[in-house]
């Protein structure tokens, strides 16, 4: 039996991540960073928008960047740890 997880996809150079982010994104990621918060993942559910995954530096937290920059730090979901 194969124990390879398929489903994880190398990570995406943070540069790459940030440029699918939108100019009030990348004002707040920027913000956030000041305090040692960094961009982990961009989600894709299925026929929706890309949702920008942001946690903190001690990795307790995490939050979405909304499409007009503002912090969702209730986003709906959970993050398997």
């Not at 440029?19 to 026929?47: C, H, V």
């Not at 890309?50 to 937290?61: I, L, Q, W, Y």
Request: proline content about 5%; overall charge positive.
């Amino acid at each position: 039996m194969n124990d390879h997880e398929r489903r994880r996809a190398a990570a995406k150079p943070q540069r790459l991540m940030q440029r699918e982010l939108n100019d009030s994104q990348l004002i707040t990621l920027r913000s956030l960073e000041a305090y040692g918060w960094e961009l982990k993942f961009i989600r894709r559910p299925a026929f929706k928008e890309a949702v920008p995954v942001v946690f903190d530096g001690e990795r307790k937290k995490f939050a979405v960047l909304k499409a007009d920059g503002e912090l969702d730090e209730s986003p709906g979901f959970d993050i398997r740890g």
